[in-house]
């Protein structure tokens, strides 16, 4: 079945960095766009990056870009996401999702939680 496993969140004080991993199976990783959402408290999840299935397109939501990098190795089935410089108003769950729209195919993961905070 499909699966989506988020891992590397955690605790880390602000100006510190973490890398989130999404390890995907049950689908064939390379033909989805991936990205990273997240979901603070009481606010609507946003999408904080994207990245086509070739990895030849990106995108970030503006409050990330610079501190941020998302990449993918699909030989690996696994989605990153490298977070420098982390800020308190990143604390939020932050979701994984697979989608390829042509078969109107959307998977999450059951999100990984990441609190900046000293």
Partial sequence: QVQLVE???GLVQPGGSLRLSCAASGFTFSNYAMRWYRQAPG????????????????VYVDSV???FTISRDNA???VYLQMNSLKGEDTAV???NARRT???ADYWGQGTQVTVSS
């Fill in 76 to 78: 690996e089935k696994t």
């Fill in 102 to 104: 042509t078969i109107r």
């Fill in 94 to 96: 932050y979701y994984c």
């Fill in 65 to 67: 870009k610079g501190r």
């Fill in 7 to 9: 891992s590397g969140g």
């Fill in 43 to 58: 606010k609507e999840r946003e999408l904080v990056a994207g990245i086509t299935s070739a990895g030849d397109s990106i």
